[in-house]
């Protein structure tokens, strides 16, 4: 399940570097700063777990049918935390609030719908996270940054 959630992180991460018109929303500079350090960091660090794993087991049932169980986890937390969110800032029954932020998710160009392709291609029997290159991005980001290393 890590593994699975490490597929997650990374392609996130990588969208968050690649999609300069989401992560410009981030006006505190701090904030934003920490959110692109731990993408690269998630990037950087995508293929730790899963190598392990190959080395271990290389079973390919058990990886594909734990991200099934890890992405079913993870979406209901992410659901609990949306309503907790939409709640504190009052919008809970504002529908067309939530239309809009599913369509910036969901929607065409959207945050996840743009990420569909690389999250499902961890169900391809030969996947490695490294057949998604990102490391021109990370390149990108600590300069733009000023990180070392
Ligand atoms: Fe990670």
């Known amino acids: ?3 699975a959630l490490e597929h997650f992180t990374a392609t996130v991460a990588a969208q968050l570097m690649r999609r300069e018109d989401w992560n410009a929303q981030m006006n505190d500079p701090v904030m934003r700063k920490m959110w692109l350090w731990h993408a690269i960091e998630e990037s950087e660090h995508k ?3 899963y190598d392990t794993y190959q080395k271990l087991y ?3 049932p058990t990886r594909a049918s734990a991200m099934v169980i890890a992405w079913s986890i993870l979406a209901v937390v992410l659901a609990d935390q949306q309503v907790r969110l939409m709640a504190k800032d009052g919008q809970l029954f504002n529908g067309k609030s ?3 932020g599913m369509w ?4 065409y160009k959207g945050f996840i719908s743009q ?3 690389p999250l499902l291609d961890y169900f391809r029997p030969g996947f490695h996270p490294e057949d998604h290159y990102s490391d021109d991005l990370e390149q990108k980001y ?3 940054l000023k990180f070392e290393g």
């Open 142 to 144: 600590k300069e733009l």
């Open 47 to 49: 293929s730790v777990c």
């Open 1 to 3: 399940m890590t593994c």
């Open 98 to 100: 939530w239309l809009k």
């Open 58 to 60: 290389k079973d390919y």
């Open 104 to 107: 910036s998710l969901f929607g």
């Open 115 to 117: 990420q569909a392709l």
